[in-house]
């Protein structure tokens, strides 16, 4: 380790892999869906971002967000109605965290 140089090593099938998961989340559909859900304010975005990052746990999600489980059934009402998806379909809820991701990766 000359000059304090560290060298990462990368198996080809992880970098495959990698690749392959850049091309699913950098899609047009992450980026429209994401709009969709903006178009109802930040309040919605924190509502989004909160249920996706706790795997969907309606009731630590809002204590976490410091609301009552009908107010947040309500924003997840309007994210479906926004996206046109639901949170009950699970290739839906592939796209969601697809989009969950790519909010993360390319939004700050």
């Known amino acids: 380790m000359a000059l ?5 090593v990368i198996r ?7 690749s392959e998961i850049e ?3 950098k899609n047009k559909d992450s980026k429209l869906l994401l709009e969709k ?5 930040e309040e919605l975005i ?3 971002r909160v249920f996706v990052s706790e795997n969907f746990e309606r009731g630590k999600v809002a ?3 410091h609301i009552h489980r009908n107010t947040l059934s309500y924003r997840l009402s ?3 109605e926004l996206t046109g998806l639901s ?3 699970s290739i839906d809820i592939f796209r969601l965290i697809n989009t969950y991701i790519y909010y993360n990766i390319y939004s700050h």
Request: hydrophobic share 40%; aromatic share 12%.
């Open 63 to 65: 204590e976490l967000l």
């Open 87 to 89: 949170f009950n379909n």
């Open 12 to 18: 080809d099938e992880d970098a495959i892999f990698y």
């Open 4 to 8: 304090g140089i560290k060298k990462k």
């Open 46 to 48: 924190d509502t989004f």
């Open 78 to 80: 309007k994210i479906e």
């Open 37 to 41: 859900i903006q178009e109802g304010g």
């Open 23 to 25: 091309k699913i989340v």
